[in-house]
């Protein structure tokens, strides 16, 4: 899905900067999530990090995980990063959902808390998807 550009060049859709933000607390799969690798996410968190050593290593990937980040991924007008942070710190009241638009589902995660939580997971691993499409149709 993603658009064609002449000068080659894509938008930045994801931060470094955030991404070494998350890899502080990389040990929980944080920096994976944000940057679209939600099975490594999740065994991060599962495995603190591989046992610490993948997190580490990681502080050296960041930079290639951003530049696959930014090739998959299309950018618009909803952020990526902003998106992410309402996720992480409001995501089982909706509010990264109202940001996107999504106000009926973003309604049912604020009734249910994240519709159980389970709806918030299902974000953690779908996310960046969510809002490719989004911003690939506002185009």
Do not use: C
């Amino acid at each position: 899905m993603n658009t064609y550009y002449p000068d080659g060049q894509r938008p930045d859709t994801h931060s470094k900067l955030m991404g070494y933000l998350l890899w502080i607390v990389g040990f929980t799969g944080s920096h994976r999530f944000y940057y679209g690798k939600p099975v490594t996410g999740t065994i991060w968190f599962f495995t603190l990090g591989l046992l610490g050593i993948g997190w580490l290593i990681d502080l050296f990937l960041i930079p290639s995980m951003d530049r696959e980040a930014d090739m998959r991924f299309n950018a618009g007008d909803t952020d990526y990063s902003l998106a992410w942070i309402l996720l992480t710190f409001l995501g089982v009241f909706g509010v990264h959902r109202m940001y996107q638009g999504k106000w009926f589902s973003a309604i049912v995660y604020l009734l249910t808390g994240g519709l159980f939580f389970l709806g918030v997971l299902y974000d953690f691993w779908t996310l960046n998807d969510q809002i490719s499409v989004r911003n690939a149709q506002r185009r």
